[in-house]
């Protein structure tokens, strides 16, 4: 199915004026920001029956929740090992099951039906930039038996038949994975909570909150709002009123570019349909509008121009996949994200009545489906399995400080990875030159009539008797070879 990554106008959205908020109102549930998991606590919520009014300060999906690659897979940002370390299996075990809920809430939602044109389409596969078969083997099992995932290992062969690279190794194939078009699936989500009962309000930031008491109270520029319960869904544009949660976001940037068309020479390079990503976190891409290429660049904790990295993009490309020559750039977007110290995201209530859903760098789109889901019932019918989330407490990430120690290990990790990756390589061909010698040898010395003499079938060769007296001058092998 075509996809097209192009701006969603209003009206292609469900949205013919945007409409902010001018009067007071009475709610259920407020939620602060219409990204990807607000609206998804606003669509939830209003089909459970509640009244919900949605405030965004910009735009619906402006930031990062509207500029991202749409692959749709279980798990966290912090790697499964880790997790269970710091939770222990069984928890682990649920939070997964969670994250996999989180998936299929987007597949659901993303059907051809209520987002006309989303191009969903099946399968992921993470790709090592080293030779990790025993590390393979072992996560498998993992995946399988200790958390109910459908997975495949792919050997180094295969992984370079779908991707014509040397760069890549051994591949885990999610099948059940997915990818969308993530610039239509948030304002699809947001036509789709609207038809729900939901009320989204845009350019109507959130001057002071006043949390306590039964009934909060929101004000904005032109209007007040209560509510039983609100839902702070922002990232790390959430303003003054919210700036000690803000500061426990590392802000990061990364932004995607799009090439022009490249023909059949695409799919010659690069035959796996649906999303490619690597183990370190560098490399993000796949195939969109039939023969164009959509690439994530690397991260940065400061804010610059999306086109400032075609270049860094387009040299990526041509890294990895150097049949494609020198290919043309032909759009950047991109936008911030906030992550964690911990690696996980911020889920729960802070008190009464005040909720967070936050911290979605590097976690994917099904873990903001889940938090909007959690929370939507937790409300409505007191689920408390956002206490999963407890033992990932809100940390300050730094300040300025954190932003360049981010940078830092950034800058290290990709440095790290390059270096990992090139000495796999090189191990690789010194591999495969060693085999070329030894088969070179050998044939030389079946030329020679040296090599090793099988006898008869079923009789085993006797054994050489010990020579009484050793020869005085016995022939080297090598000079039987050059004879």
Request: net charge neutral.
């Amino acid at each position: 199915m075509s996809e097209t990554f192009t701006s969603v106008s209003q009206e292609e959205a469900g949205f013919r004026d945007r409409v902010r908020l001018s009067f007071d109102l009475d709610a259920d549930i407020c939620v602060i920001g219409a990204g990807l998991a607000g609206l998804t606590v606003a669509l939830e919520a209003a089909r459970l029956g509640a009244s919900v009014a949605v405030l965004e300060g910009r735009q619906i999906g402006w930031n990062a929740s509207g500029n991202q690659l749409g692959t749709v897979m279980p798990g966290f940002a912090l790697p499964l090992a880790d997790l269970i370390e710091r939770i222990g299996l069984e928890d682990a075990r649920e939070l997964w099951t969670l994250s996999k809920e989180g998936a299929e809430f987007v597949r659901a939602a993303a059907s051809e039906e209520s987002m006309p044109g989303i191009g969903l389409r099946d399968g992921v596969l993470e790709v090592s930039n080293v030779d990790a078969g025993d590390r393979l083997i072992s996560r498998l099992q993992m995946l399988n038996e200790d958390f109910d995932t459908e997975v495949e290992g792919w050997q180094v062969d295969r992984v370079r038949e779908a991707l014509k690279t040397d760069h890549y190794f051994h591949g885990v194939y999610y099948p059940k994975a997915f990818q969308v078009d993530g610039r239509k699936y948030v304002h699809g989500l947001a036509a789709l909570a609207r038809r729900a009962g939901a009320r989204i309000f845009e350019d109507t930031p959130v001057v002071s909150i006043d949390h306590s008491g039964i009934r909060k109270r929101i004000v904005t520029p032109s209007a007040r709002l209560r509510a039983s319960h609100i839902v702070l869904a922002g990232n790390i544009h959430l303003g003054a009123p919210l700036k000690r949660l803000s500061e426990t976001l590392l802000p990061v940037w990364r932004y995607a570019g799009m090439t022009a068309p490249l023909g059949e020479r695409l799919h010659e390079v690069i035959a796996f349909k649906g999303s490619v990503m690597d183990s370190d976190g560098v490399d993000h891409f796949r195939v969109v509008d039939g023969d164009r290429l959509m690439w994530e660049s690397p991260e940065t904790t400061w804010a610059a121009r999306p086109q400032r990295f075609a270049g860094a993009v387009r040299r990526r490309i041509r890294t990895i996949f150097p049949e494609l020559g020198n290919v043309e750039i032909t759009d950047m977007f991109g936008g911030a994200t906030g992550q964690t110290v911990h690696g996980m995201p911020q889920i729960g209530q802070l008190r009464k009545g005040l909720w967070v859903a936050s911290g979605f760098g590097r976690q994917g789109m099904n873990t903001s489906a889940m938090a909007g889901q959690m929370i939507a019932r937790s409300i409505l019918w007191g689920d408390e399995r956002w206490k999963l989330f407890s033992p990932f407490e809100l940390v300050w990430a730094g300040g300025a400080t954190g932003r360049v120690a981010g940078q830092l290990v950034g800058i290290w990790g990709r440095a790290s990875s390059a270096a990992a990756g090139a000495l796999a390589r090189y191990r690789e061909r010194a591999r495969v030159k060693d085999r070329e010698r030894e088969a070179r040898l050998a044939e030389a010395n079946r030329a020679a009539g040296t090599g090793p003499r099988r006898g008869p079938p079923g009789v085993r060769p006797a054994r050489p008797p010990k020579p009484a007296v050793e020869a005085a001058e016995p022939v080297a092998h090598e000079d039987r070879v050059s004879q």
